[in-house]
């Protein structure tokens, strides 16, 4: 469709976008595009300025840092799917990354966005949950750093002003650690009508994507495991605290079912 | 030049290719003219309201903004054209481009607007406002047709269209004596075409003759121009229709829009060109949707499965209007119920049904695939009812090889076949027994994932159509000849025209193999020409399989035609009688001295100078033709569809496809090799993934492609293929169509293959389509759970 009119700056540093953003109410960032450009188009989202921060260059990086892994925003998830330091250091983002959309996607989409969004049904925000990935923040009066599973405060809504800007993702060593990322969806190139996170270790750590109206923990599994439960046993608590949508892809009872077969599998795999 | 080489039967590549494949096809959308508006609709966002007023006023005063029409502001000459009322007594709502007081689906035009820029159009649209009085609206068409249902179209006190009956033999002696009775229901979900190119239509009026000329994303550029006549009263002989490259339309485009009759009649009222484009979500709204049946399907037969009888009740939904076949579509299958099988009663009862959804009308198949999927699933049912393997059970019920026309139990005279052979041939290329023996290892062993092995052993009418029969017993208002002309040009380039309208069959390479070994030039010297009511003014276009089956007759006509001609000149020069000319590939030689000879294009030079013609001969080189066929054809095949399905999530996958199908005579392999591929294709999509769903308020849920999952490239299987010829006896080239076989084979091969898979664990039928969630339920209503 056609999207409604709107103004676009190009910011030439995250201060200059920080400065746009705050020049109106309604501004939104553009990053990738794959995540804004649809909704605009639907008119569902009708900002009146779009501020560009796709070509800030130092925004684009996988370093690492200490026992942490750095990832630049505007990272694609191509890069990120990619990046022999993610497959050494956090196998399960970059696998994850390769999951995301089909490749034109995972060309121009940006981590940073995906992650800005916050949409329940994307893959990588369940796995900085499970992760319990940093999130760290430039606003006008400097930098801060959130906790993945605090970021997500519900659907579309993530812990960002208007005014501020998702720089850098900051996820753990997890080398050595059993993990696995079962997506469940129809076509390639699709959300997931399921998804399920899993890090096996000492405490392992088990997320949900398309449970609820954020990425969520499947802490009644945590639990279980925690009691030394088998993945069977665990997986049977799964659907405890979620609220999945119901839609063409699934009702929220399907979801629920699928949910405990998906942490079954995936716990089984991050183990094996 | 000569040439010995016969083309017919070869996988000639596509002549149509080079321009289409590097980006350069011209499409309406293309198209651009100095001084031209856009155009943009106002859609109800109801399924079913009262309009109480529409205020443009708003949307005038808005920079760019030409002009902008309520419905009551048009006086239209006639509705858009409906050519097939199927009974005398249907309920037929004329139905004009825009609603006036009541919309009657989401979707449903209610006010226009035209400026000078499409977002300035698209933002006016949004501004204009209308005054709703939000009625219920009713989606299912049972209950559509319950008591004190709401009424799409009140005049009629009924949401019933009409009722069609059809009736062979003592049907109900042969059900009450038969001692085994099948009883199935299917549901026949609802589908959105998706064209690839969404439509997209440029008018442009020439001021000073009062003549328009129309680009349309069409199908149908012949029938238009007539619907368009009548929809405004400008005199055919004042429109041309061009269809330029049609980037597909699987019966979407086989229709008359009211946005062709708005945009022509908004550049007659502005004296400017008018341009319009669809927009994807626009498209998922107001193209017209195809399928959507519930079928009640029953076989009488007897303890060792012979079918004895056929019943069949039909309900199908028509949408909130009747679009140009929209009734007929149903009776298209209507003789096919009983499949490729004999037996000795046969009755069908369909009833079309309004509901405040977007209309339904011709989608790939059209009828063919609804009836194709109640009698294979049906005689599976059988099957399991008396013990008998799927393959067995067909083959004792199969009509016997016949070469001759052959009548069938649904009413058919069949042109020629041989159905056994194909099922023997598929079973070869699929491996069957070792896929039975891979099913009985998994069997055995519980694996989670479990194999599934479907047939299809179809049969389907095509090849549209006898103009005495369709428009007889038939009851529709067109005609279903085909024309072609041929034109030898002075240096002996040919240019085919043809009535058909190609939108990405092929049909033009398959024209120029017909029309280069009939007059024996190379392919590389005939063009074909198409889709231009100026350059081709007789015709009745691409759809219904008919291309190569009604399409390609008319060119090997005209083809003899020219050379009847030829031979003429030809004897004239070479100063003999025709009767010792011999012609073969291009070439007259004379009987007994292969050395005197004239070929086609030397001829096409004498004709054109016309210095030393026969006297009764006129000059030029130049003939037409008209093919009527005497009867459809009646391809037919077998498809073997092998599924895994993952028994704790419903998740299927197809890991083996075989299409084994006769299309008589081939004139293309390669061409046919994508028809099947692409149908197959097409079809799997409509077992397992694609479904129209409407909220009971008559909201399109699946509104676009997002949620609406039509497959791609990493979800279809490689498909193997095979063929088996018997040539019609309908045309003289023994050409059966093939551009909608696979989409009426393989739904049922699928869905039968994921009930086999799961018929262990005690299930017997899958709603369609069989999406994850629905194989899960069904799972979990064999194990006795809630569904």
């Known amino acids: 469709m056609i999207p409604a009119s709107f103004d676009y700056e190009r910011a030439d540093s995250v201060e200059h976008a920080i400065r746009l953003l705050g020049s109106r109410d309604d501004a939104k960032v553009l990053a990738g595009g794959h995540s804004l450009l649809p909704l605009m188009r639907f008119r569902l989202a009708r900002p009146s300025l779009l501020v560009d921060i796709g070509r800030i260059g130092d925004l684009s990086y996988v370093r690492e840092d200490g026992d942490k892994v750095a990832i630049g925003a505007l990272t694609t998830h191509d890069a990120v799917n990619t990046s022999e330091a993610l497959r050494e250091l956090c196998p399960i983002v970059a696998h994850t990354a390769g999951e995301i959309g089909d490749p034109q996607v995972r060309h121009m989409g940006t981590i940073g966005g995906s992650v800005a969004h916050a949409d329940p049904a994307s893959d990588m925000p369940t796995v900085l949950v499970a992760l319990e990935a940093d999130l760290v923040i430039e606003g006008p009066s400097g930098s801060r750093t959130v906790m993945a599973g605090d970021f997500f405060k519900g659907l579309f809504t993530p812990d960002l002003a208007p005014n501020e800007v998702l720089t850098e993702i900051r996820v753990p060593n997890t080398a050595g650690r059993g993990w696995d990322y079962q997506k469940f969806h129809r076509r390639a190139q699709d959300w997931a009508i399921v998804g399920v996170a899993a890090l096996d270790g000492e405490s392992a750590r088990v997320a949900l994507t398309n449970m609820g109206d954020r990425p969520i923990r499947a802490s009644g599994v945590e639990e279980a495991l925690a009691g030394g439960a088998d993945p069977t046993s665990a997986a049977v608590r799964a659907a405890e605290g979620t609220s999945p949508p119901s839609d063409p892809f699934g009702s929220a009872e399907y979801r629920q079912e699928l949910a405990k077969v998906l942490v079954r599998r995936a716990l089984e795999r991050s183990m094996g | ?787």
Request: with cysteine; hydrophobic share 40%.
């Open chain 2, 1 to 787: 030049m000569a040439t010995t080489e016969r083309y017919v039967g070869s996988s000639v590549p596509r002549k149509e290719d080079a321009e289409l494949v590097t980006g350069r096809g011209r499409y309406t959308d293309d198209m651009a003219i100095p001084g031209m508006l856009w155009m943009a609709v106002v859609r109800s966002p109801f399924g079913h309201a009262r309009v109480k007023s529409v205020d443009v006023s708003k949307a005038l005063g808005m920079d760019g903004v030409v002009a902008a029409f309520a419905g009551g502001d048009f006086d239209w000459a006639g509705p858009l054209l409906m050519a097939w009322p199927v009974t005398s007594d249907i309920n037929n709502p004329p139905h004009f481009p825009l609603a006036k007081d009541k919309a009657r689906y989401a979707g449903d035009g209610v006010a226009v607007v035209v400026a000078e820029s499409r977002a300035a159009a698209v933002d006016a649209a949004e501004s204009v406002h209308v005054d709703y009085e939000p009625l219920p609206a009713v989606v299912d068409m049972e209950a559509a047709l319950a008591e004190g249902a709401p009424i799409v179209h009140d005049e009629f006190g009924t949401n019933r269209c009409y009722v069609w009956t059809n009736t062979n033999g003592d049907v109900d002696k042969v059900f009450a004596e038969a001692p085994v009775i099948v009883k199935e229901r299917y549901r026949v979900q609802r589908q959105v075409p998706n064209a690839i190119e969404p439509r997209a239509i440029l008018v442009e009026p020439n001021n000073a003759t009062g003549q328009f000329t129309m680009w349309s994303s069409t199908q149908i550029p012949h029938v238009l121009r007539t619907a368009m006549a009548l929809a405004t009263g400008i005199p055919e002989s004042k429109l041309r229709i061009v269809a330029p490259r049609v980037g597909g339309g699987f019966g979407s485009k086989l229709q008359v829009y009211p946005e062709e009759a708005l945009a022509l009649e908004l550049s007659r009222r502005l004296g400017r060109p008018i341009k319009w484009t669809e927009t994807r979500s626009e498209g998922y709204l107001a193209t017209h949707h195809g399928r959507d049946q519930i079928q009640e399907m029953e076989l009488a037969a007897d303890e060792d499965g012979r079918i004895r009888g056929f019943r069949a009740k039909v309900l199908a939904n028509m949408g909130a209007y009747l679009r140009i076949i929209a009734p007929g579509t149903p009776v298209l299958g209507a003789f096919l119920y009983c499949g490729a099988y004999t037996g000795e009663a046969y009755q069908i009862e369909l009833t079309g049904v309004f509901t405040n959804t977007t209309p339904v009308d011709a989608y790939r198949g059209a009828g063919r695939p609804e009836a194709t999927n109640a009698i294979e699933r049906a005689i599976d049912a059988l099957a399991r009812r008396v013990g008998k393997d799927p393959v067995e059970i067909r083959r004792m019920n199969f009509m016997p090889p016949f070469t001759e026309a052959t009548q069938s139990i649904g009413g058919l005279m069949i042109d020629s076949g041989n159905y056994p052979a194909t099922l023997d041939k598929a079973l070869e290329l699929a491996d069957y027994e070792q896929l039975r023996k891979e099913q009985q290892a998994r069997r055995a062993s519980g694996d989670v994932k479990q194999l599934g092995i479907g047939f299809s052993t179809y049969l389907e009418n095509c090849g549209w159509g006898p103009s005495r029969i369709i428009g007889g017993v038939l009851q529709y208002a067109g005609g279903g000849w085909e024309a072609a002309t041929i034109r030898c040009h002075p240096t002996g380039k040919v240019v085919v025209i043809t009535g058909a309208t190609p939108h990405g069959q092929g049909s033009e390479t398959a024209f120029a193999q017909i029309a280069a070994d009939e007059l024996g030039v190379p392919i590389d010297d005939v063009e074909v020409l198409f889709g231009d009511t100026d350059v081709s003014p007789n015709g009745w276009d691409t759809y219904g399989s008919r291309g190569a089956a009604v399409g390609s007759p008319a060119v090997a006509m005209a083809a003899r035609k020219v050379v009847a001609k030829a031979r003429k000149i030809a004897a004239h020069e070479l100063e003999v009688s025709e009767e010792d000319l011999t012609y073969e590939s291009g070439r007259f030689t004379v009987k007994g001295a292969p050395d005197r000879a004239k070929t086609v294009p030397e001829i096409a030079f004498s004709a054109w100078t016309a210095h030393n013609l026969p006297d009764e001969v006129e000059p030029g080189l130049e003939e037409s033709a008209f093919f009527d066929p005497g009867n459809l054809v009646f391809p037919y095949g077998a498809h073997i569809c092998a599924v895994e399905v993952d028994t704790e999530t419903g998740e299927v996958e197809v890991v083996k496809y075989v299409a084994v199908d006769d299309v008589g005579t081939i004139i293309n392999p390669q061409l046919v090799e994508g028809q099947v591929v692409g149908g197959v294709v097409q079809g799997i999509a409509e077992a397992l993934y694609e479904e129209a769903v409407y909220d009971e308020n008559g909201q399109l849920v699946t509104s676009n492609m997002s949620n609406y999952a039509i497959p791609a490239a990493p979800e279809v299987p490689s498909i193997a293929t095979g063929s088996h010829v018997t040539p019609s006896t309908t045309n003289d080239l023994g050409i059966k169509g093939v551009g909608e076989t696979g989409t009426i084979a393989s739904p049922p091969a699928v869905l039968n293959a994921v009930v086999d898979a799961l018929s262990p664990l005690g299930v017997t039928e899958i709603e369609r389509p069989a999406t994850p969630e629905n194989v899960w339920k069904a799972i979990r209503r064999a194990k006795g759970g809630a569904a």
